[in-house]
């Protein structure tokens, strides 16, 4: 192994502001503490929170680096106290609080899952953030398993597009909305049962048509706002909604009668703010459950477009313009 340097690139704006902010700069390459590894960076994934944040709307939670970036892929260098040195020379993909715009960066190695031969470096570093968060909240949360309908939101976003790819590994029907003919086209390809053009046809009369009246087992929501009451209506008795952004709103009017009458459930969650102990537990469990059909080569990410360290302004651009089938990746090496 090549000696780890003192210093790296990094993007780290020091005010908020446009994508312009975004510049490489130097700063000390980061010390792994206990149970941490030191990984240096192949690529990583670009998300929406990392947007939020470049503006000032989403600071990072405490402890963690200024840095941008919450899952990374690349090769452990160095290990801190309580992970075995042998692990060094390691490919991993890890979910991280941040530090992912730059040459290395640390993670817990409990959130870290090995890199199989079946996955590039950008795929891997496209996983992370979408298959916690799909996992959690569609698998865990609103209990999606074999035979279920599932209606999700964006369906052309990076959380839409590995949504599809897990309800098509574990049994599960899938209706997408997405806001052009080509990018339902696009979610269909990527493995979409349905997908519903929301700028053309109310989503709610189209779920109906396609269950045939009965509704969907689970929603899974980023947009929030009109949308969790007409979301409601499109489940079925004893269905679930889970919400994991709000897009259209923080608030929503909803009939709570409608939820007693036919026993649905509310509810949600962030996964940034949570422990390392709760995303090591959903690490094993992915490693578990999901990672053997990685190796397979059955589970892969829909990657749009791969841009070098130096456009990450254009990375996030893309991002925001809304242009985009899937996963946005920067490729730091």
Known sequence: MDAIPTVMRAIDPEQPGGPEVLRI????????????????????????????QRMGAYPPPPG????????VSGTI????????????????????????YAEYAVAPYGQCLPVPEALTMV???????????????LFERGFAAEGDTVLVHGGTSGIGTMAIALCNLFGVE??????????????????????INYKTHDFVEEVKAITGGKGVAVVLDMVGGDYVPRNMQCLADDGRHVS????????ATIPIFEIMRRRLTLTGSTLRPRSVAFKTAVADELARTVWPQ?????????????????QAPDAHRLMESGNHVGKIVLKIE
């Open 123 to 137: 795929e891997a570093a496209a996983m992370p953030e979408t298959l916690f968060t799909v996992w959690t909240n």
């Open 64 to 71: 963690a680096p200024s840095i941008p970036g919450l899952e």
């Open 294 to 310: 990685v190796a397979e080569g059955k589970l892969k990410p829909v990657i749009d477009t791969v841009f070098a360290f130096d």
């Open 25 to 52: 700069v130097d700063r000390p390459v980061p010390t792994p503490g206990e149970g941490e590894v030191l990984i240096r960076v192949a690529a990583a994934g670009i998300n929406r929170p990392e947007v939020l």
């Open 174 to 195: 899938v209706i997408v909305t997405a806001g052009s003919d080509e990018k339902c086209a696009a979610a269909k390809s990527a493995g979409a049962d349905h997908a």
């Open 77 to 100: 260098v160095a290990t801190g106290a309580g992970v075995e040195r042998d692990l060094i020379g390691q490919p991993v993909c890890a979910l991280i609080a941040g530090g992912g």
């Open 244 to 251: 994991i952004a709000v897009q259209g709103g923080g608030q």
